[in-house]
């Protein structure tokens, strides 16, 4: 195949189907603040509520200690940064399907004007997990069952247990336990 060379010319450029915008209507990255654009770091803020839906399982201390630290914020932006470094630790717990957060102002009687409040929708993963593979080696073949137990006792305990059958009657069985130290990820 040889190289193809190709050039727009002028007339599929004036006959386009998307016209282009003139050259003092790009959009640019560096642009002028607008009127209406806040900084967030400057809107103040007061956490009032914290609500953890979907908690079945999981004891509410485990996640009570990692959320109290919203109530800390002083601005929006802080608000959410903490917001977001919970639902991190939350995800690192390897117990929840999935987390969601949710900011909302907080109304009622008592509340302030700055005032919101945080939910936190989770879902739990299955209880048990299993799986069966195989396993192909130059002399042999396996077969190997496991079966793992999570969020065991509600703080994000796991319990696997794996055995493995050769074709040469190999066999051979591995039980593991994990449990983070006072509900720190880093720890298990």
């Known amino acids: 195949m040889g190289t193809v060379y190709a050039k727009e010319s002028k007339v599929a450029m004036e006959t386009s189907f998307f016209p282009r915008p003139p050259p003092d209507q790009t959009p640019s990255t560096n642009r002028?603040?607008?009127?209406?654009?806040?900084d967030l770091k400057t809107v103040p803020v007061s956490v009032h509520r914290i609500h953890v839906d979907g908690l079945k399982r999981t004891k509410?201390?485990?996640?009570?200690?990692?959320?109290?630290?919203?109530?800390?914020s002083s601005n929006f932006e802080d608000m959410v940064r903490?917001?977001?470094?919970?639902?991190?630790?939350?995800?690192?717990?390897?117990?929840?399907?999935?987390?969601?957060?949710?900011?909302?102002?907080c109304q009622g009687p008592n509340?302030?004007?700055d005032g919101y409040?945080?939910?936190?929708?989770?879902?739990?993963?299955?209880?048990?997990?299993?799986?069966?593979?195989?396993?192909?080696?130059?002399?042999?073949?396996?077969?190997l069952f496991g079966i793992k137990l999570s969020n065991l006792l509600g703080r994000a305990e796991k319990v696997s247990l794996q055995y493995q059958h050769g074709s040469t009657k190999n066999a051979g069985c591995n039980i593991s336990f994990q449990k983070p130290l006072q509900g720190n990820t880093e720890n298990m």
């Open 32 to 38: 002028k603040p607008h009127k209406r654009d806040i």
């Open 60 to 72: 509410n201390d485990l996640v009570e200690k990692d959320v109290k630290s919203l109530f800390d």
């Open 82 to 105: 903490r917001a977001h470094e919970v639902k991190i630790q939350m995800d690192k717990l390897g117990i929840f399907k999935q987390v969601a957060i949710a900011i909302d102002t």
């Open 111 to 113: 509340t302030k004007k």
């Open 117 to 143: 409040e945080i939910t936190f929708e989770v879902e739990e993963s299955r209880p048990v997990t299993g799986g069966i593979s195989t396993l192909v080696g130059t002399n042999e073949g396996s077969v």
